[in-house]
């Protein structure tokens, strides 16, 4: 197997600031992790593809400068999301690609509860 | 417009029945993953597929992908309450999964 951890698991902040969420994998090195957001009862919506030495790519209507996102190592991806407000309450999930021999499969962290008051 | 279809949404039976998760696509994957997901608690996945015909069985479990890659189902025997849970497909393309809506289900005892 392969396990992806997630730090905070939850979080409340005050609107304006800015909350940063750690995504590691534990087990094994990615060069790429994935940032999605998960709305209540709805699928995983992807934010941006993050690339370890590189620039991450982000989704259509995803601002890059709200959510910032770094892949400094193999292991360790992080979100910033800056200056946040309510709306961007949400459940943050990351995820990281393992090569399983035929396909490259994403395994899912536990997810980040954010709440912004 | 959604390129991975996904059906039902959503699914109530009894403890005992069968039931079969469908995902529909026109497009070609490279290989699709099934996730089954709990509140609050990210997905985890129970399998991949990569080739045209595959079937894979896990446990009551018994996943299929499409002769052209371009479908997938599910069908879980005998239901338990323990199964219970979104479960969500995925295709890959382009070095990105495509999420289907998701699979609400509810079993009950």
């Known amino acids: 197997g392969a396990v992806v951890s997630q730090h905070p698991s939850r979080v409340i902040c005050k609107s304006g600031t800015s909350v940063k969420i750690e995504c590691r994998s534990l087990?094994?090195?990615?060069?790429?992790m994935f940032w999605y957001r998960q709305f209540p009862k709805k699928s995983l919506m992807l934010m941006a593809t993050?690339?370890?030495?590189?620039?991450?790519?982000?989704e259509q209507g995803v601002e890059k400068d709200k959510f910032l996102i770094n892949h400094a190592s193999l292991t360790l991806s992080t979100l910033t999301v800056t200056s946040a407000h309510p709306e961007d309450s949400s459940f943050y999930i990351c995820s990281a690609s393992k090569n399983t021999g035929n396909a490259d499969t994403q395994y899912f962290g536990p997810g980040t509860r954010l709440t912004v008051l | 417009t959604q390129l991975l279809e996904q059906s039902p949404q959503f699914l109530s039976i009894q403890e005992g029945e069968n039931l079969t998760v469908y995902c529909n696509s026109s497009?070609?994957?490279?290989?699709l993953q099934w996730y089954r997901q709990e509140p609050g608690e990210g997905p985890v996945l129970l399998v991949t597929?990569?080739?045209?015909?595959e079937v894979k069985k896990l446990k009551r479990l018994t996943f299929q992908f499409g002769d052209a890659r371009k479908d997938s189902s599910l069908h879980i025997t005998a239901a338990q309450p323990g199964d219970t849970g979104l479960y969500l497909c995925a295709g890959a393309k382009g070095g990105k999964l495509i999420f289907g809506q998701g699979t609400e289900l509810s079993v009950k005892p």
């Open positions: 597929v990569v080739t045209g015909g």
């Open positions: 993050s690339n370890e030495g590189s620039k991450a790519t982000y």
């Open positions: 497009s070609v994957f490279s290989s």
């Open positions: 087990d094994f090195q990615a060069t790429t």
